[in-house]
């Protein structure tokens, strides 16, 4: 079963003061769609260290299979969520992004705004969504359908290369 991680970064919500909307969406989607565990949720500040570190506890102590981070992807001073990512990936993955700005752009021209970043650490990948409810939802619809042949890459799974003939 994969092992899914809910990363939302708030400093209203971790202070309290407001309640996470766009975690229970994913929680929704991973779990209904991905057949998914949700072993580690939570909210954090939207502080570079904070996140880095709690990316990279979940990733190499508690071998997460996928972690999905919600919030600080924009243009606001406090907005480091793109940059403690990128800080703890071995290799990043530009797919993930383009199709969900794909996406998203066609929705909406303020997804030119988003600075999200996705990629690997190990075998965990990593994915920033934004962070409202409605953006959440619209992104990952764009990756969740490749997510199952992802993971499977990442855990060497012999049923992941198939499927893999050049069609010309």
Request: glycine share 8%; net charge negative; aromatic share 4%.
């Amino acid at each position: 079963m994969t092992r899914v991680g809910i990363l939302t970064l708030s400093d209203r919500g971790a202070a309290g003061e407001y309640e996470d909307r766009s975690g229970p969406v994913i929680q929704e989607m991973v779990v209904q769609r991905l057949g998914a565990e949700v072993a580690e949720y939570a909210v954090v500040p939207d502080e570079f260290n904070r996140i880095r570190d709690t990316l990279i506890s979940w990733a190499d102590q508690r071998q997460l299979d996928l972690i999905l981070t919600t919030g600080g992807t924009g243009f606001a001073p406090r907005d480091v969520t793109p940059e403690a990512t990128k800080a703890v990936l071995n290799r990043e993955a530009p797919g993930l992004i383009f199709a969900m700005l794909r996406d998203s752009l066609a929705a909406t021209p303020h997804a030119m705004l988003s600075r999200a970043a996705a990629g690997l650490r190990g075998r965990t990948l990593i994915v920033n969504l934004p962070g409202s409810p409605k953006a959440v939802r619209e992104n990952l619809e764009s990756i969740l359908p490749t997510l199952p042949h992802a993971l499977e890459l990442l855990r060497e799974a012999p049923e992941a290369e198939t499927g893999h003939t050049f069609k010309g």
